[in-house]
């Protein structure tokens, strides 16, 4: 005999009695409350403009419609970082420690809001420089710059963000560095256009896109790339004031036949004090792929290290 149907039949019932009742208490209060005397200017009606807002145009704003990408080694920025080990066919004992730094950021330029009708837009202007010095050589080698100015046209409608970015980039190498190793200099520059589109939901975002060279030095270097990632944000305090937050960026190049060259960083955030935009991250990062730094394009590398990381708005 199964005893179970009894039991599960009885819980019913008290749930089905415990609905009942609630709804009859609430009737109960609904029709034993005095009806609220109405306002007679209510009554009269008003007119309603149905007007849609103008929108608002800010000449230097402050703030970004698009977020920077956490997890993307050439995403404009200030931060310093060191890696105790760092394996790449470009530097002279191949495993060495290697200290980079880079200064960067996105100005804006002129902000139009829309109120709800469509999408909010901005224009920047957004640079940056970034450079890799060898702790385990002499002088600590500077090994190589790459420098980058462009235009960043960004959009915004809630939890959807865009960015399309024209910018130029040059690399150079270290003096000492072309002294002391066999490398032949090569001419790198390019001018690419970037495009990627993210969703935030919740404390995630995810974001995809690509990038294409329109003009670029060596000529035969191979223009396509895409890109995709995830990132996340926590809304609680995690370790003292810091909130964890992180983030994985994922790149294929063409000129490298599509291979996958992965970034990941992963730590606190520490904000600045309420009504500033201002943070500072400390994270834990790793690298594995081909290098992103100048004319190493074919080198693989691998690291990881520790770095942090300043938001200025």
């Known amino acids: ?181 066999n490398v032949q200099r090569i001419e790198f520059s390019y001018e690419a256009l970037s495009a990627i589109g993210s969703y935030e939901w919740t404390k995630w975002r995810l974001y995809f896109g690509g990038e294409y060279m329109v003009h670029r030095e060596p000529a035969d270097y191979k223009p396509a790339t895409i890109q995709g990632g995830v990132e996340y944000y926590d809304t609680e305090k995690t370790v003292g004031s810091g909130r964890l937050v992180g983030g994985l960026d994922l790149k294929c190049t063409q000129e490298n036949d599509w291979a996958l060259n992965s970034s990941l960083k992963a730590g606190l955030q520490f904000n600045g004090p309420a009504g500033t935009s201002r943070s500072m991250r400390v994270l834990a990062e790793g690298y594995k792929g081909f290098s992103p730094h100048g004319q190493f394009f074919n080198n693989r590398i691998t690291y990881v290290g520790l770095g942090v990381y300043f938001e200025f708005e």
């Open 1 to 181: 005999m199964n005893v179970g149907i009894p039991k599960y039949l009885f819980l019913s019932v008290v749930v089905v009695c415990l609905c009942i009742a609630q709804y009859r208490d609430a009737r109960a209060e609904v029709f034993t409350t005095d009806p609220p005397v109405p306002n007679q200017t209510a009554l009269v009606s008003q007119p309603v403009d149905e007007r849609p807002k103008a929108p608002e145009t800010i000449f230097l704003p402050t703030g970004h419609l698009f977020k920077a990408l956490i997890a993307d080694p050439k995403e404009p920025r200030f931060y310093l970082s060191y890696h105790p080990y760092q394996y790449g066919s470009q530097y002279g004992t191949q495993a060495t420690q290697i200290f980079s730094g880079g200064l960067g950021d996105m100005f804006g330029l002129y902000r139009q809001v829309n109120n709800g009708e469509g999408f909010d837009w901005q224009l920047d202007i957004g640079g940056g420089i970034f450079s890799e010095f060898d702790l385990d050589t002499s002088s600590f080698f500077l090994v190589n710059t790459d420098y980058f100015i462009g235009f960043p046209l960004t959009f915004r409608k809630g939890p959807a963000s865009y960015r399309l970015f024209l910018y130029h980039q040059s690399s150079h190498l270290g003096d000492e560095y072309l002294l002391h190793n």
